[in-house]
């Protein structure tokens, strides 16, 4: 999937936000309908790039048998090297990494 999300400037910026996180991170992200990018209004990107961050901070991370984790891990080294190099790719090209850090 390479699915966009088109966000509009009279958006509800915290349910969008909610909705696009959860359809990008399905299943840690790894279905083929999975948002893998999004375009949103100029007038209103700060304020969703601040939303989604905070649903990122809402979200668990490891092993998908523990307590309280919302999304396990990637399915083999393979992809967790792919998903590394696009993050670089992204940043090279001038994107901002505005949650999370460097992978485990």
Do not use: W
């Not at 959860?22 to 893998?36: D, E, H, L, P, Y």
């Amino acid at each position: 999937g390479n699915d966009p999300a088109i966000v509009l400037a009279d958006a509800d910026i915290p349910s969008t936000a909610a909705q696009v996180f959860g359809a990008a991170m399905r299943n840690s992200g790894q279905v083929c309908a999975a948002i893998k990018r999004c375009y949103v209004h100029e007038s209103i990107k700060d304020e969703f790039v601040k939303a989604l961050v905070a649903e990122a901070g809402k979200a668990k991370f490891g092993d998908g048998f523990g307590e309280g984790v919302t999304h396990g891990p990637l399915n083999n080294k393979a992809q967790f090297d792919r998903v590394k190099e696009l993050v670089e790719d992204a940043k090279a090209q001038g994107a901002v990494v505005a949650a999370g850090g460097v992978p485990e």
